[in-house]
């Protein structure tokens, strides 16, 4: 027998909206590949309440407190595969398996293309960081570097400077006068040579070698990586995409539903920018609004 809700991706989103769906005792199946965008990350900050915890902590604790509620089941899987029909939605897991559903919440999350520049990618999460809000205070007053990507760059280094001492490494990039203009008033420095690798003790961060030679001592390097959509759901659904400003993603209404009549996307793929706790709200957003499209549909 079909559920009333197929959740699709088990963070942060998803685990709001099948909390309150359970809590109006409907039936929902969460899938999740135990793979939530901010897993490298060891403490996430500004979520109320849970200021410093380990993201992968609230996860585990959110799950246990969704077993509470009988009508919800969550799987260890991954959706590979969506169809449409008359009475909802069937998703095709990668096990074979298929289950059923009237509507469906996608809330798979975001995937971060980072720069290939040596030293970074083990440091995502740790000293090379996205959001200061979310990272920022414990940077504080520290030296600290943006990398230039896109022209969103400048806009970045504006708000970074806010937390510390601020340099933009255009890693072999060039600015627009108006643009170096905005940035020198601002009291940010600008760094012309490409970068080279980023060096420190384990996950620390002391610095930026450059091509040239010469070390830019840094603690923090904040970027802004291209992102892409985690799962092929949203394009087998025919879902309107947007482009936002570090990449692709689905267009909702203030209810969170897709321009897919039962489909609704909650979470990093469908917001910018992206927090925690922007997370949980969509997600209660979408829960509360399939809830009230199952009563009142």
């Not at 989103?13 to 965008?37: C, F, M």
């Not at 060891?42 to 992968?56: E, W």
């Not at 990039?173 to 760094?191: C, F, H, N, S, Y």
Request: charged share 20%.
């Amino acid at each position: 027998m079909p559920s009333d809700t197929i959740i699709v991706g088990g963070g942060f989103a998803g685990l709001a909206a099948a909390t309150y769906l359970g809590r109006a005792r409907r039936s929902v199946d969460v899938l999740d590949t135990g793979k939530p965008r901010n897993r490298f990350a060891t403490a996430s900050h500004g979520f109320l309440g849970q200021d410093g915890q380990s993201p992968t902590t609230i996860l585990t604790t959110a799950r246990e407190q969704l077993s509470a509620y009988p009508t919800v089941r969550v799987r260890n899987a991954e959706a590979s595969e969506v169809q449409t029909h008359d009475d909802g939605f069937a998703v095709r897991l990668a096990s074979g398996d298929t289950i059923e559903a009237r509507t469906l919440i996608l809330a798979f999350g975001l995937r971060d293309a980072l720069p290939v520049i040596p030293g970074l990618a083990e440091r995502w999460g740790k000293t090379v960081l996205h959001c200061p809000y979310c990272h920022g205070f414990e940077f504080s007053d520290r030296p600290l570097g943006v990398l230039y990507r896109t022209e969103m760059s400048v806009h970045q280094a504006r708000l970074i400077a806010e937390w510390g001492p601020t340099t933009l490494f255009l890693n072999g990039a060039t600015l627009r006068p108006e643009d170096t203009e905005v940035l020198l008033r601002r009291g940010i420095a600008i760094e012309p040579e490409p970068v080279e690798r980023l060096e420190g003790e384990g996950s620390a961060l002391s610095a930026v070698r450059l091509k040239d030679g010469r070390f830019h001592p840094i603690a923090a390097l904040y970027v802004a990586p291209e992102s892409h959509l985690c799962s092929p759901l949203a394009e087998q659904l025919g879902v309107q995409l947007i482009d936002g400003p570090l990449g692709t993603i689905i267009q909702t209404d203030a209810n969170k539903m897709t321009s897919v009549t039962g489909v609704y996307a909650a979470g990093d793929i469908a917001r910018v920018p992206h927090s925690v706790s922007w997370a949980v709200a969509d997600g209660v957003t979408a829960g509360t609004a399939v809830h009230r499209a199952l009563v009142f549909g």
